[in-house]
């Protein structure tokens, strides 16, 4: 499946501001709610990519090229991974493990947001690569 690369950056943007407010307001509730997000994000049915294509991308012109759903889907993966952390962190008053997964996924997401560098994605693709015998 092929998407349009603006709707996983627009996802970054909400995503940032919401891990933000979780780190600022120490709140597990928000960041279980980006969990699901994630999550939601991980099996290709994103709220946020879900109000990029009927708000935002109207708006916009076409995209310059289409890319593949797959990188982004597994960074998605790798989000929740480290929001699960992060609540782990909250339930067992491991404060600063919470604090410390939250600014990882929010370090990552400002990557994608900012610069188009999706640290999920390059992870996807290296995995792909170093898969005995891919041709490389």
């Known amino acids: 499946m092929q998407i349009d690369p603006r709707g996983p950056r ?3 943007a909400v995503t940032s501001v919401v891990l ?6 120490q709140n597990p509730w928000l960041l279980a709610a980006q969990a699901v997000v994630f999550a939601l994000g991980a099996a290709g049915a994103s709220p946020y990519g879900l109000v990029f294509r009927r708000l935002v991308r109207p708006r ?9 759903a797959a990188p982004p889907r ?7 991974g480290f929001a699960l952390v992060g609540l782990i962190g909250f339930a067992a008053g491991i404060t600063p493990l919470a604090l410390g997964a939250t600014a990882a996924a929010l370090l990552a997401a400002i ?5 188009g560098f999706c640290l999920g ?4 693709l290296l995995i792909r690569r170093l898969q005995p015998g891919r041709i490389q």
Not at 20 to 25: C, D, E, G, S, T
Not at 60 to 68: F, I
């Open 10 to 12: 627009f996802g970054a």
């Open 121 to 124: 994605c390059e992870t996807y």
């Open 74 to 80: 597994f960074a998605q993966a790798v989000g929740l």
């Open 20 to 25: 933000a407010v979780v780190l600022v307001a």
């Open 60 to 68: 916009l012109g076409p995209p310059a090229e289409m890319e593949d």
């Open 111 to 115: 990557l994608n947001a900012a610069f």
